[in-house]
């Protein structure tokens, strides 16, 4: 297994890395448990001007950490720079919040014989992080400053096409302050990922990632009793109501398909539209998908970069030729240019039906689906009908319809007009074969926390006498 750094553009090496041995792998965990040993002892103030200084940290490399993500994995340039910046402010959030957010709950103390009674949360240790290329900052580091923040320690298992991101994480949070072992970055492969599980110090693990890895990982926390955190990516859907403004649709439908070369797991996938507004919808999107430039990831001019991976630019043109070779039709794009790296152009595609791969499967490029559909209930049902249910976009300016929305989509995210995003301030998770708990708002600083009963009493006699005893 190839550790290493390969330039999306040309396809050529630029750097590889060895793999940890078993001892350097051991010394790792027990870092951890030093490290875990050491922050879970400090306090919200403490934590909180490291995870400040970290912030400051991104902030004042953000030019240069933006340039090697666009290196590493082909994103823009322009993008790479709003993920440091998007990065620092989830640090800087969870700087401010996180003693709120795990305060003791008080519970009713009468009511169960006390003088006192709460709950409270507690980190639970060292927590393995599988993360991939796509978002190679944002991804680690919204699962990083909550679980720092709450004094659990982070081991990263990076993607293998970016090590240099993840060795640039690996120093961020020891140079701004957090003890030696509280986050590293394991340079592993795979293959050594049940043994970190296995291993007792390690108490739990999260995973962005396909449905495959997802269940891999479940798999092997399950059987060492591990908890775990999923996001295993969607298909999600774009729906367009008659009464929606289209021509705004159409504008954010395209950037929402494209954003990170459309290498997003809540980017738009498939485009849901009324039939009484499909033809300005489809005029107007296939006008904007093709008039996207594809380029140099670095320029300013370039609004669409290469695929990460060989592999993934290859996944997604076969895809496509599955719909076409079925009887889809391709309105803008489908043909890679002959050229070194990988790249794909901005395409729609029509007329898709049960059987194509398409039509169930994620594309996980800028390719877009369009669909037809002449009521609610249709759109409805198109929508909730993959295995996915991660992020959701439905464009109506009617409030009843809204609300219908809101309540019918199966999905963890629903976005009424306007792009799915995740902010710190919102859970963040999908349903189904999209995974299950949640990352970012006070939701995500609890998932790897144990919340402990306390009961007082005072001292003269023990709680609940005479009552039976679970």
């Known amino acids: 297994m190839s550790i290493a750094t390969i330039d999306p553009t040309s396809g050529q090496v630029l750097k590889t890395f060895d793999e940890l041995t078993d001892e350097q792998l051991d010394a790792a965990l027990a870092r951890a448990a030093d490290g875990f040993a050491r922050l879970r002892t400090t306090g919200f103030d403490e934590r909180a001007r490291w995870m400040s200084a970290a912030a400051d940290l991104l902030d004042a490399e953000r030019d240069d950490v933006a340039r090697m993500m666009t290196t590493e994995m082909g994103k823009t340039y322009a993008s790479a720079k709003a993920e440091v910046t998007k990065c620092a402010a989830a640090c800087r959030y969870y700087a401010r919040h996180a003693e709120s957010f795990l305060a003791d709950e008080p519970a009713d103390a009468a009511a169960v014989g006390a003088i006192r009674a709460y709950g409270r949360y507690q980190p ?139 290498q997003s797991c809540i980017a738009a996938k498939r485009f849901i539209v009324h039939a009484d507004v499909y033809d300005a919808f489809a005029e107007a999107f296939v006008a904007r998908m093709a008039a996207l430039r594809v380029g140099d990831p670095m320029s300013e001019e370039t609004d669409v970069g290469p695929l990460a991976t060989e592999r993934g630019r290859d996944e997604v043109a076969e895809q496509v030729r599955d719909a076409v070779d079925r009887g889809a039709r391709v309105l803008c794009g489908g043909d890679p240019p002959e050229r070194a790296g990988w790249w794909y152009p901005p395409t729609v595609v029509a007329d898709l039906a049960p059987g194509m791969r398409m039509y169930a499967e994620e594309v996980f490029g800028p390719v877009a689906g369009l669909y037809r559909v002449s009521s609610y209930d249709e759109a409805i049902a198109l929508a909730n009908g993959t295995n996915y249910g991660l992020g959701s976009n439905a464009w109506t300016r009617d409030p009843a319809e809204q609300e219908r929305f809101v309540t019918d989509l199966d999905a963890g995210l629903v976005f009424i007009n306007g792009m799915t995003t995740s902010y710190p301030e919102l859970p963040f998770g999908g349903v189904r074969n999209s995974g299950y708990g949640r990352e970012l708002s006070a939701h995500g600083i609890r998932e790897f926390c144990t919340l402990k009963a306390v009961w007082v009493g005072e001292g003269v006699a023990g709680p609940g006498a005479g009552a039976h005893s679970e």
Not at 167 to 183: N, Q
Not at 208 to 215: D, I, L, N, Q, W
Not at 251 to 256: I, R
């Open 124 to 262: 639970m240790g060292p927590v393995l992080a599988v993360m991939p290329w796509n978002f190679p900052l944002w991804q680690v580091i919204r699962f990083a400053a909550p679980a720092l923040m709450a004094g659990n320690v982070g081991l990263l298992k990076h993607a293998s096409n970016v090590p240099q991101t993840a060795l640039y994480l690996d120093e961020l949070f020891r140079r701004a302050g957090f003890p030696v072992g509280a986050f590293q970055a394991l340079m592993i492969g795979s293959s050594a990922i049940d043994r970190v599980l296995a291993d007792p110090r390690v108490r739990a693990a999260t995973l962005t990632g396909s449905e495959g890895a997802g269940r891999s990982i479940a798999a092997s926390a399950g059987r060492h009793l591990k908890k775990t955190v999923l996001e295993l990516g969607g298909s999600d859907p774009f729906v367009v109501m008659p009464s929606a403004d289209v021509q705004r649709a159409a504008e954010v439908a395209t950037v929402a398909r494209c954003q990170n070369n459309g």
